[in-house]
T-cell receptor
Framework: GAGVSQSPSNKVTEKGKDVELRCDPI?????LYWYRQSLGQGLEFLIY????????KSGLPSDRFSAERTGGSVSTLTIQRTQQEDSAVYLCASSLSGPGYTFGSGTRLTVV | SQQGEEDPQALSIQEGENATMNCSYKTSINNLQWYRQNSGRGLVHLIL?????REKHSGRLRVTLDTSKKSSSLLITASRAADTASYFC?????????????FGTGTQLKVEL
């Protein structure tokens, strides 16, 4: 597609439920990032995929968070047993193995 | 932890004035980028300055980089109400796995008519 697409745009879930957030990067982009942004805060790095290399998972806040990238394209961020502190906007970005990243519009997750 | 810290956290100016935002970082970088965010959603890439560059211009934007002080500044000249947004610096560091982009805490700019 023309841009980075994220779905859903908004998600309200009950505490304790699992959620999956999806990111469709720009076709051909080899690098894909997930970030989390809490209200009024900066972007917190979560995970980074680069081609076929092992992902950099150093930003995942707990073992409830995991992410996959299938076929070097679509990525899914899964949060298990959601907690209220997981409420945030989750942003995905992709690039063609170099500087200058294109961001999606994000998924606003609210855990009630 | 945040690689970049921005100053000021919030800035309010009148339309037509210049806005200056500063960013400090901690480690050696490959390049530094500035992004703009409206309404807390997607970020838009504004400008990139490489570690061997000292100044770069793009339209009403001027970015400087001082690697000895590990700092950068973003100047928006002749500001407009439409420039109201949050501005983030991001440092690009080359790691074993590729480029890693780490964001600062952001400056909230408000341009008033």
């Amino acid at each position: 597609g023309a841009g980075v697409s994220q779905s859903p745009s908004n998600k309200v879930t009950e505490k304790g439920k699992d959620v999956e957030l999806r990111c469709d990067p720009i076709s051909g982009h080899t690098a894909l990032y997930w970030y989390r942004q809490s209200l009024g805060q900066g972007l917190e790095f979560l995970i980074y995929f680069q081609g076929n290399s092992a992902p950099d998972k150093s930003g995942l806040p707990s073992d409830r968070f995991s992410a996959e990238r299938t076929g070097g394209s679509v990525s899914t961020l899964t949060i298990q047993r959601t907690q209220q502190e997981d409420s945030a906007v989750y942003l995905c970005a992709s690039s063609l193995s170099g500087p200058g990243y294109t961001f999606g519009s994000g998924t606003r997750l609210t855990v009630v | 932890s945040q690689q970049g810290e921005e100053d000021p956290q919030a800035l309010s100016i009148q339309e037509g004035e210049n806005a200056t935002m500063n960013c400090s970082y901690k480690t050696s970088i490959n390049n530094l980028q500035w992004y703009r965010q409206n309404s807390g959603r997607g970020l838009v890439h504004l400008i990139l300055i490489r570690s061997n560059e000292r100044e770069k211009h793009s339209g009403r934007l001027r970015v400087t980089l001082d690697t000895s002080k590990k700092s950068s500044s973003l100047l928006i000249t002749a500001s407009r109400a439409a420039d109201t947004a949050s501005y983030f610096c991001a440092t690009d560091v080359l790691t074993g796995g590729g480029n890693k982009l780490t964001f600062g805490t952001g400056t909230q700019l408000k341009v008033e008519l």
